[in-house]
């Protein structure tokens, strides 16, 4: 019988992509999906997938959501916050060690450059410490942390929620445009190749190159921030630029509270750590990985803005 894969959170973004991925490499029967809305996969559980129900926020509910995994895909729980996310997580990887789960695939995010465990990135903050959880977990499993390049799709909370539908006439933020830059990584070929890493392992987990290992996946080519924002500019048909602002400047901006606030609380000024990792190197790292896990050269970041914006 072939081993059980789980997904959890199985919806979202990210989530959706590597299970619409994974049906192309496993039959259905195979995935066990977990989320918060079954009734939402109601096709998938018709198609042969088991799915169930479970929250982050509600602990008791992962008490049994892993049991019968042999893999499971944890997809980060989705916010910025550092505390209430690795207790999230904790919590999460100690019920899949309790139901027998035999490797952990995590997903990570593209800050700290090359595998670094060091980040100046408030976002970054909880991914470092469940990768430092599982990596010391007393549990009978193995893992694998998957750092998730910068969404290409995820632009505007890097240009101050830059809106195309009515573009601003600058983009205001505490950075001045120049490199290093970021490998923006389109969204669904990180789900590809997410997929692909978890197939590969079920198909030889002995021989899976990256067993207790991290690995990190970017786009094609580092892109400063000056050149992101040109081509949004391109897309709208108009001539985009930077104008730096300090950081309390930013902070006070009209689009930006209520955006960076979770659970009632402003992390607008945590969120602005990002820029400086960014001015710092953290996301211009290529790495081959992507390329090599695809069979192909990643989507050009215009290509996938272009099709995005149109």
Same mark, same amino acid.
């Given at each position: ?90 919590? /999460? ?32 903050? /909880? ?98 921030? /000056? ?84």
């Amino acid at each position: 019988m072939n081993a059980k894969i789980g997904v959890f959170p199985a919806s979202g973004g990210l989530g959706s992509s590597i299970v619409d991925h994974l049906l192309k490499l496993v039959p259905a029967a195979q995935l066990i999906l977990i989320v918060r809305h079954p009734e939402k996969l109601a096709d998938l559980s018709k198609a042969g997938a088991t799915v169930r129900r479970a929250d982050y926020d509600e602990p008791s509910t992962l008490d049994h959501a892993f049991d019968g995994v042999d893999t499971l895909m944890l997809i980060s729980y989705a916010s910025f916050e550092i505390e209430h996310r690795v207790q999230a997580h904790r919590r /999460a990887i100690d019920a899949a060690a309790s139901s027998g789960v035999k490797h952990i695939f995590y997903s990570s995010l593209g800050f700290g450059g090359n595998l670094s465990d060091k980040s100046v990135a408030h976002v970054m903050g /909880a991914h470092l410490v469940t990768e430092k959880y599982l990596s010391e977990h007393p549990g009978n499993f193995t893992y694998t942390t998957v750092r998730e390049g910068l969404y290409s799709e995820s632009f505007p909370i890097y240009t101050a929620w830059f809106d195309p539908q009515n573009p601003a006439d600058e983009i205001t933020i505490p950075h001045s445009g120049g490199g290093p830059g970021v490998t923006w990584v389109k969204r669904d070929e990180l789900g590809e190749a997410t997929a692909k890493l978890i197939f590969s392992y079920t198909a030889n987990p002995g021989g899976f190159q990256y067993l207790n290992k991290g690995v990190l996946l970017s786009g094609p080519r580092e892109i400063s921030l /000056a050149e992101t924002v040109e081509i949004l500019g391109r897309a709208v048909g108009r001539d985009l630029k930077i104008r730096e602002i300090s950081v309390d400047e930013y902070v006070t901006l009209p689009q930006i509270g209520d955006l960076h606030t979770y659970h009632s609380v402003d992390l607008s000024r945590e969120w602005s750590t990002a820029w400086e990792a960014i001015r710092l190197g953290e996301t211009a790292v290529v790495s081959p990985a992507m390329g090599e896990i695809l069979g192909r050269e990643p989507e050009d970041y215009e290509t996938t803005i272009k099709a995005l914006i149109s």
